[in-house]
């Protein structure tokens, strides 16, 4: 296996120092307010845009929270292609403050709308909550498209982790014609196969926030009934077939215990027929996207992610 990143080595050690504790050794609420702390402890200031607007769609259990981008020196009035993020943290952490800063650069450097849907999470809210919620949003966004000024035949799906766990499922639902089809499936070293114990996921990178420990109880709070482990809509590469997908791009990295699962569902993908794109860092761990402070290439993968969604909106367009 390849070495860790120096900077990511800096900060396994700056955390030993500092006896930080993994998410599953503190309780829920402790583990919240950790999570949304590493905003301000391992992001750059947020980037401005032209417009932040916040905002609800109908849910199944109430008003679904979203958050709405549009880029920079872009007007008002302009019709965008848009991409609808779901925020990674082992549905039981995270919203659409916790990924704020990465949805705004996002924007900026794929020149596209970005909303954010804050939706339920676990324990509170087990499976298939917050797939039912971004089910909701999703077709919310799409109806309403022109209101929002987005271009209805160029919406993409994205998330990290747990986000990119639901992105894989609305893609398999577009493809079922379940819900409008996105045209792109942006999967940032996502969970795709949920039904693992912790000698599944392999040797453990020591000092790592991310282990299979970890996973495990995220698995638990998120989906606690084991028959439930195997549905495609929690473990997508559970499905039949994934043919006929829309385009992916999958982001997968050498010292996280998604390592595995995330380059074999790029795997299938591609054997399967669908144009898959494959950013593998090996020296990197699980969440580098949102250390931008903290690791510098970050700022690298996240315009990277941008870059094959504005290639993906660009294609689209000249085909239409």
Known sequence: MTHVNPDVAA????????????????????????HLARRDTHQLPAEPVSEVRDFTSPGPAGPIPLRLYRPADVSSDTVLPCLFF??????????????????????NQAGCCVISVDYRLAPE????????????????????????????????????????????????????????????????????????????????TAGMLITGATMVHFRDHYVP???HRKDWRASPLAATSLADLPPALVVVCGHDPLKAEGL????????????????????QPHGVITMTKVV????DIQDFVAASLRDAFRVRAATA
């Open 225 to 227: 009934h084991s028959d």
């Open 125 to 204: 809210h087990p499976f298939p909550a917050a797939v039912d919620d971004c089910v909701a949003a999703y077709e919310a966004v799409v109806a309403n498209a022109g209101a929002l000024n987005i271009d209805a035949s160029r919406i993409a799906v994205g998330g990290d982790s747990a986000g990119g766990n639901l992105a894989a499922a609305l893609a398999l639902m577009g493809r079922d014609g379940t819900i409008p089809a996105p045209i792109q499936q942006t999967l940032i070293y996502p969970v795709v196969d949920i039904d693992q114990d912790r000698d599944d996921y392999g040797p453990d």
């Open 11 to 34: 900060l396994i050690a700056a955390g030993k120092a500092a006896g930080a504790l993994s998410y599953e050794a503190m309780t829920l609420d402790e583990a919240r307010l950790a």
């Open 264 to 283: 074999a569902y790029a795997d299938r993908l591609e054997r399967e027929g669908v144009p898959v794109t494959l950013l593998y860092l090996s020296d």
């Open 86 to 107: 779901m925020h990674g943290g082992g549905w039981i952490l995270g919203s659409v403050d916790s990924h704020d800063g990465l949805c705004r650069r996002l924007a």
């Open 296 to 299: 510098p290439q970050a700022i």
